[in-house]
């Protein structure tokens, strides 16, 4: 049975790296305002690197450079050198202080609270460092089932299911595809994430035709910039969820998927 899919009344809610129309990216930070707005079993879609030193950590980009007050790399970088980063105050003055997050110290929280983490795989050429290292991870934690790994590369996706069998895989995906489902059974996952301006064409369905979970990611302000045009965006989420498409909905903004599954009634 696949793990990942869901009835409307029990459809998971995300945050895209933790709440960050709240909070500083993929901060513990960002993480807790998630769990605020959705509770148990919300899932915070985060970015896995990895340091100098092979520290996992959290962190979208390459650089340092956009999200913390350092420069450089953050490969190249150890993890003492950007533990000493600020990661919070060029998002609000009240998060002056964040850290970019070790992922044990994210999973740690994820146990205590309920949160899941969707781990995008970021780190494309060092599968035999990282992967036993994360295998390492997740049995001294005994968190597999915090955990869901998702990525653009589905060779990658498929090798880590390999070796992590028992945490759930997820294909990202930025344009149709003419049998997504094939391609997800080919990469052994059980989700795939469709694009929100895609949603419509019908994956979905054929997706659950063969067992497989659909999600979506509903970006910040996306609704309000077509709402000018007279497209509801959030009017066609809802239906979704009624109609049982939705496995997981994830959003920049916790409280607004939050509040558009509560819409759906269900």
Not at 174 to 191: G, K, N, T, V
Not at 205 to 234: I, N, T
Request: aromatic letters at 8%; one cysteine or more.
């Amino acid at each position: 049975m696949n793990p990942l899919r869901m009835t409307p009344a029990d459809m998971r809610l995300g945050g895209h790296r933790g709440h960050s129309a709240g909070a500083p990216e993929n901060t513990l930070a960002a993480f807790r305002k998630a769990f605020e707005f959705a509770g148990k079993d919300v899932t915070c879609e985060t970015d896995l690197g990895i340091t100098a030193d092979g520290e996992l950590i959290l962190m979208h980009d390459k650089t340092v450079d956009r999200t913390t007050n350092g420069l450089g790399i953050a490969q190249d970088m150890t993890y003492s050198e950007i533990a000493k980063l600020d990661a919070g105050r060029w998002f609000g003055a009240e998060f002056a202080g964040e850290q970019v997050p070790l992922l044990r110290d994210a999973l740690k929280l994820a146990q205590e609270l309920g949160i899941i983490y969707q781990l995008e795989l970021k780190i494309y050429d060092r599968n035999d460092v990282f992967f036993p290292k994360l295998r390492a991870l997740i049995d001294e934690l005994g968190c597999a089932d915090r955990l869901q790994f998702s990525s653009f590369d589905y060779v990658q996706l498929k090798a880590v299911k390999k070796a992590i069998p028992e945490v759930p895989t997820v294909g990202l995906m930025h344009s149709r595809l003419i049998d997504p489902a094939a391609l997800a059974l080919q990469a052994d996952l059980d989700a795939m994430n469709i694009e929100i301006y895609h949603f419509e064409s019908g994956e979905a369905r054929q997706l659950h035709e063969e067992g497989l979970a659909a999600f979506c990611y509903l970006p910040a302000r996306y609704h309000e910039k077509l709402m000018q045009y007279g497209v509801d965006v959030e009017s066609k989420i809802v239906q979704w969820v009624r109609d049982g498409q939705l496995d997981q909905l994830l959003g920049d903004d916790v409280a607004q998927v939050a509040r558009l599954k509560k819409a759906a009634n269900v």
